[in-house]
């Protein structure tokens, strides 16, 4: 019975490997026509179309941008000779979450990058810096306030001491975004909390942060694409739990996400700094301010969602389009490939404090 499973298993994986691998094909020999490119790696088994809005983007827009794009499943290899530019795994963090051999696979073929001198956009190997822990401990080292986190790797142990932490509460997975997010405000709440269903279970602080101007919580969205910042979003709700799918709309607060993301971010330099300590090259920062004004940054994220919202929030397109301009950028950048003066144009519609130091001299 498990040979049978197994087998269905391996039949399912190699059919995806294979679709992927078709898909591929058919739009390199559609698209990718430059003499030289960006080498773009996905895996089937994870979301390996959660980057094509990038790809549609520049079909529309800037097609001679696309043409740079090859797309390739993984294990990948280069031949000798390469025309690769640039190699970029569209991989979600951590990889090793989700797949110890695509994550070897990954590895091998930074290394074989490395040998050949082809730069590496957010290498694989530093994904994990972005874990709620980690992540916590370097934002953290460069005077940003992040929430007190704990690790849990023995339950009984961490319901007697918290963790060190005190109540209030959260418990969420260590590694990747989304998921389950367990808070805890009493004694009896934090002993019912369901720490059996966390793969690798971290206790983070709950720090206050609704507004005692309105009563809202707000969460803001940077994104910092190598020197450039993009603010993207604010989120908005009655409650602690800051999320799309909770966010409450009115003209007013529509006008005051409007104003944040076409002006720079007033945490542009602190929040670049971040990013460097976290060695990543394109990441995304959620944060908000306590109750003294300071900025508290909950968590990294170097694989963010980016999608066109529509209806009563296509008001967010500007700053979606600012921040698909920011990616390829720095794509383009890295390569050592002049910027088209229009992408430049999207980016630069944002004031000079969230464009790098060199581009607003």
């Given at each position: ?258 104003t944040y993301t ?38 990294a994220n170097p ?14 397109q500007p700053a ?42």
């Amino acid at each position: 019975m498990r040979q049978r499973s197994a087998l269905r298993k391996f039949l399912k994986t190699g059919a995806k490997h294979l679709h992927l691998a078709w898909h591929d094909s058919l739009q390199n020999r559609l698209f990718a026509r430059a003499d030289q490119r960006f080498l773009v790696v996905r895996h089937p088994g994870k979301t390996p179309f959660f980057y094509d809005i990038v790809l549609h983007w520049l079909e529309q827009n800037f097609p001679k941008v696309r043409a740079l794009f090859e797309l390739h499943t993984i294990p990948f290899r280069i031949r000798p000779n390469s025309r690769y530019l640039l190699q970029i795994p569209w991989l979600q963090d951590p990889v090793q979450n989700w797949s110890q051999a695509a994550y070897r696979q990954a590895n091998e073929l930074a290394a074989q990058c490395d040998m050949l001198g082809i730069p590496v956009i957010n290498r694989v190997d530093r994904l994990t810096s972005a874990a709620k822990s980690t992540g916590a401990r370097l934002i953290g080292s460069v005077g940003i306030r992040t929430p007190k986190t704990a690790l849990i790797h023995d339950v009984l142990e961490f319901r007697e001491t918290h963790g060190g932490l005190e109540l209030p509460l959260l418990v969420r997975e260590n590694w990747g975004h989304g998921g389950l997010v367990c808070r805890a405000n009493t004694r009896a709440e934090f002993q019912q909390l369901p720490l059996e269903q966390f793969t690798r279970p971290v206790a983070i602080e709950l720090i206050e942060v609704q507004s005692q101007h309105d009563g809202l919580y707000r969460k803001y969205r940077y994104i910092a694409a190598g020197d450039w910042g993009i603010p993207q979003s604010m989120h908005v709700s009655k409650g602690w739990k800051v999320k799309g799918t909770e966010s409450i709309e009115t003209a007013a607060l529509r006008d005051e996400e409007i104003t944040y993301t076409n002006l720079a971010d007033p945490n542009h330099e602190l929040l670049q700094t971040a990013r460097k300590a976290l060695g990543l090259d394109f990441v995304a920062f959620d944060y908000s301010y306590d109750r003294e004004g300071r900025m508290v940054v909950w968590e990294a994220n170097p694989y963010p969602y980016i999608h066109f919202p529509s209806n009563r929030r296509s008001y967010r397109q500007p700053a979606i389009i600012r921040t698909l301009a920011g990616m390829i950028n720095l794509y383009l950048r890295r390569a050592a490939l002049a910027v088209p003066r229009e992408i430049n144009d999207l980016l630069e519609t944002l004031p000079s404090a969230s464009l790098p130091a060199r581009i607003a001299a």
